[in-house]
């Protein structure tokens, strides 16, 4: 019986794609695939980052407590892992928010190539978006499906119920993505939506999961997840 996974270690992954370390190593380490690691009963602070109107970027926290689950690694973590065989990181990434870090006394933990896992959305989004699957994986569904008016959206397994703004942001990242330009604006989606915050966190604030099917550079840029 195989049982219902929510992420795989790294060897499952090269047996499932036939694919080298190497390659692996390559697509994490240039953003392509991010990789995870499982932690327990660690003080963390989550917060989305926000601009001035100069540009610069100053971090918001709204939740600090002890975690419990999968952080995502910065690419830049990853390709210090490989080279050295370990990385001391405090910073990290996380569906739930633009960011999340360390808080309190702890200022880093050892990350080792044991640690590392994929995410099944993670996973599911690489195959899915580049068609790429491998010999164990057979074929997979579309990663994107959208009502008429994008009111009732799946995305990578997920099943969304949208408002009548949050369905016209949807609509114009996805006519976006189709014409080969995924990653948007935020303030002008939403103001060319007719919203009238310019955050996305408060206009998908009633979705707990709605970074599952948007996700943000942390550069104030947007895109769906997967596309």
Same mark, same amino acid.
């Given at each position: 019986?195989?049982?219902? *996974?929510?992420? &795989?270690?790294?060897?499952? $992954?090269?047996?499932?794609?036939?694919?080298?370390?190497?390659?692996? /190593?390559?697509?994490?380490?240039?953003?392509?695939?991010?990789?995870? $690691?499982? /932690?327990?009963?660690?003080?963390?602070?989550?917060?989305?980052?926000?601009?001035?109107?100069?540009?610069?970027?100053?971090?918001?926290?709204?939740?600090?407590?002890? @975690?419990?689950?999968?952080?995502?690694?910065?690419?830049?973590?990853?390709?210090?892992? &490989?080279?050295?065989?370990?990385?001391?990181?405090?910073? @990290?990434?996380?569906?739930?928010?633009?960011?999340?870090?360390?808080?309190?006394?702890?200022?880093? $933990?050892?990350?080792? *190539?044991?640690?590392?896992?994929?995410?099944?959305?993670?996973?599911?989004?690489?195959?899915?978006?580049?068609? @790429?699957?491998?010999?164990?994986?057979?074929?997979?569904?579309?990663?994107?499906?959208?009502?008429?008016?994008?009111?009732?959206?799946?995305?990578?397994?997920?099943? &969304?119920?949208?408002?009548?703004?949050?369905?016209? /942001?949807?609509?114009? #990242?996805?006519?976006?993505?189709?014409?080969?330009?995924?990653?948007?604006?935020?303030?002008?989606? #939403?103001?060319?939506?007719?919203?009238?915050?310019?955050?996305? =966190?408060?206009?998908? *604030? =009633?979705?707990?999961?709605?970074? #599952?099917? $948007?996700?943000?550079?942390?550069?104030?840029?947007?895109?769906?997840?997967?596309?």
């Amino acid at each position: 019986m195989e049982i219902e *996974k929510s992420y &795989f270690t790294v060897p499952e $992954i090269l047996e499932r794609w036939s694919m080298s370390e190497a390659d692996l /190593v390559y697509l994490a380490e240039n953003d392509q695939l991010t990789l995870s $690691i499982r /932690v327990f009963n660690l003080p963390l602070e989550f917060g989305d980052y926000e601009e001035t109107q100069e540009g610069e970027r100053f971090p918001v926290p709204w939740e600090q407590g002890r @975690f419990n689950g999968l952080l995502d690694l910065n690419a830049h973590d990853v390709f210090q892992l &490989f080279r050295h065989g370990e990385v001391l990181s405090g910073h @990290f990434r996380s569906p739930r928010a633009d960011y999340a870090c360390l808080t309190g006394t702890r200022e880093h $933990i050892t990350i080792r *190539k044991r640690d590392l896992l994929v995410r099944r959305e993670e996973r599911d989004r690489f195959e899915a978006e580049t068609g @790429f699957a491998g010999a164990a994986a057979g074929p997979r569904p579309g990663a994107f499906h959208a009502s008429a008016d994008y009111q009732d959206i799946r995305c990578n397994g997920q099943h &969304f119920r949208l408002g009548a703004i949050q369905a016209q /942001v949807v609509r114009a #990242l996805h006519e976006a993505a189709t014409r080969g330009e995924p990653w948007q604006s935020g303030k002008a989606i #939403l103001a060319a939506a007719g919203s009238r915050s310019l955050k996305m =966190s408060d206009v998908f *604030k =009633s979705k707990r999961n709605w970074r #599952l099917l $948007i996700e943000s550079n942390g550069r104030g840029a947007y895109r769906l997840s997967g596309l």
